[in-house]
Nanobody
């Protein structure tokens, strides 16, 4: 079955950088758009970034310029590099897979379990 496993979360300070990774298995990775979403306590899950092979990317306006999404099809992995982190970036970050590039979480077929990112002020 399809599995998405995120890693790299943790506690950081305002202004720090962090790289999240997602390892996928059980799917033809290159055919899928890989998305990153986040959900803060009491808030809805929101789109962060997505990437579709061979390199089409899309970012939420709130993170544009501070976040880079990349993928390595040979390893079935997708990374999210975040710079200049802010306290409002505190959330559980999820990796997701879908056949088309979309920002709507309900359209994604597969989800990881999430990794916690906490940004202290």
């Amino acid at each position: 079955q399809v599995q998405l496993v995120e890693s790299g979360g943790g506690l950081v300070q305002t202004g720090d950088s962090l790289r999240l990774s997602c390892a996928a298995s059980g799917l033809t990775f290159s055919r899928y758009t890989m998305g990153w979403f986040r959900q803060a306590p009491g808030k809805e899950r929101e789109f962060v970034a997505a990437i579709r092979w061979p390199g089409m990317t899309h970012y939420a306006d709130s993170v544009k310029g501070r976040v880079t999404v990349s993928r390595e099809n040979a390893k079935s992995t997708v990374d999210l590099r975040m710079n200049s982190l802010k306290p409002e970036g505190t959330a559980v970050y999820y990796c997701a897979a879908n056949r088309v590039l979309t920002t709507w979480p309900n359209n994604y077929d597969y989800w990881g379990q999430g990794t916690q990112v906490t940004v202290s002020s």
